[in-house]
């Protein structure tokens, strides 16, 4: 399902990983669209390629990585078939991204100022003064909610703690993130007081900014309250996608439904039992629904052939034989 104002467009992207083994079958398939000034997020457990479609989108793979098959497009322009240059505009211009790890993100043998101030210079359109870089340093360290911005540029990563070193990674971001801002995990390696602040940070600044945003995350409360449409992602394929309130209150897939019901409610109710079993292996994945080994519904189609996207309510759709009336359609 593409939006008409699409900003980004990914486009039935397989990507494939080497391992001692062979090749490791992550993504198979994926389809995801990204409307301008609209907050998207990608939802599932960990290693079911979240992470994987966002650096494919922005061509950051490991060495190990290639893309198998696939279109992604930015304002209609294909990234993949991009030139470094053209690549190097995008990413300096447009688009920039907060990683998971906030200590990996930052060069632990520069301060924040040697660090910052390149990415200014590098970011910027003309000739700037060192007075320049350094009042537009200080401000993208306001912007960030970063008290004292000069002590924070003298600074070295290890003199400042996880909060502070994420919020310096925002800043960083802020500095090229024009029109879309992808958010891999930001709060993931910090506390829950922390990350709610970090994520109240972010949402005011999106809004402010009106930017595009993608959020990654397993905290499935963090993505319900921040964006308005969500992709639910599981073994390398999308499973479901639909307005936010609607998956969360109504979801359709059986690994939606089982992904939502086995978070602990503040209600009580007893104790979550999770989702039994395991992801599929990514070498041998299954040939028909990757969630065929686990799901209580399967039919013997769901071991032969993937299930397409089938529509389940307004804007709502998703891949399940159950939805299918060839196959006894389950409203």
């Not at 990674?169 to 007081?193: H, K, M, Q, R, W």
């Amino acid at each position: 399902m593409f939006l008409n104002t699409s900003l980004v467009q990914v486009e039935d992207l397989k990507v494939e990983y080497k391992v001692y083994e062979g090749w490791l079958k992550v993504l198979n398939g994926v389809n995801i669209s990204v409307g301008k000034g609209e907050k998207v997020g990608i939802i599932g457990e960990s290693a079911c390629g979240k992470t994987t479609t966002v650096k494919s989108m922005l061509r950051l793979l490991a060495s190990n990585g290639r893309i198998t098959q696939g279109k992604v497009t930015y304002e209609g322009n294909n990234v993949l078939e991009m030139s470094r240059g053209e690549l190097t505009h995008l990413r300096r211009k447009k688009v920039s991204m907060i990683f998971q790890d906030p200590s990996a993100a930052l060069n632990p043998v520069f301060t924040i100022k040697e660090q910052m101030y390149d990415i200014i210079r590098i970011s910027a359109d003309e000739r700037l003064s060192t007075s320049q870089v350094h009042e537009r340093a200080v401000g993208f360290l306001k912007q960030a909610a970063l008290p004292e911005p000069d002590r924070i540029l003298d600074s070295y990563p290890f003199q400042l703690s996880g909060g502070m070193k994420q919020r310096v990674n925002i800043a960083f971001a802020l500095i090229s993130a024009n029109e879309l801002l992808v958010a891999d995990e930001p709060g993931t390696s910090l506390d829950v007081t922390i990350e709610d602040q970090i994520m109240r940070l972010l949402k005011q600044i999106v809004d402010e900014r009106g930017l595009s945003i993608i959020l990654i995350s397993h905290a499935l409360g963090t993505v319900k309250n921040f964006v308005d449409r969500v992709y639910v992602m599981y073994a390398g394929t999308i499973v479901e996608e639909g307005p936010t309130n609607q998956v969360f209150n109504d979801p359709r897939h059986p690994y939606t439904r089982m992904l939502i019901d086995s978070i602990p409610k503040l209600t009580g109710g007893g104790v979550p039992e999770g989702i039994l079993g395991q992801v599929p292996s990514y070498l041998t994945p299954p040939n028909g629904c990757r969630f065929v080994t686990r799901c209580p519904y399967k039919m013997p189609v769901c071991d032969s052939a993937m299930p397409a996207l089938y529509s389940v309510g307004d804007g709502q759709v998703a891949a399940c034989y159950l939805y299918d009336e060839k196959h006894g359609a389950k409203k």
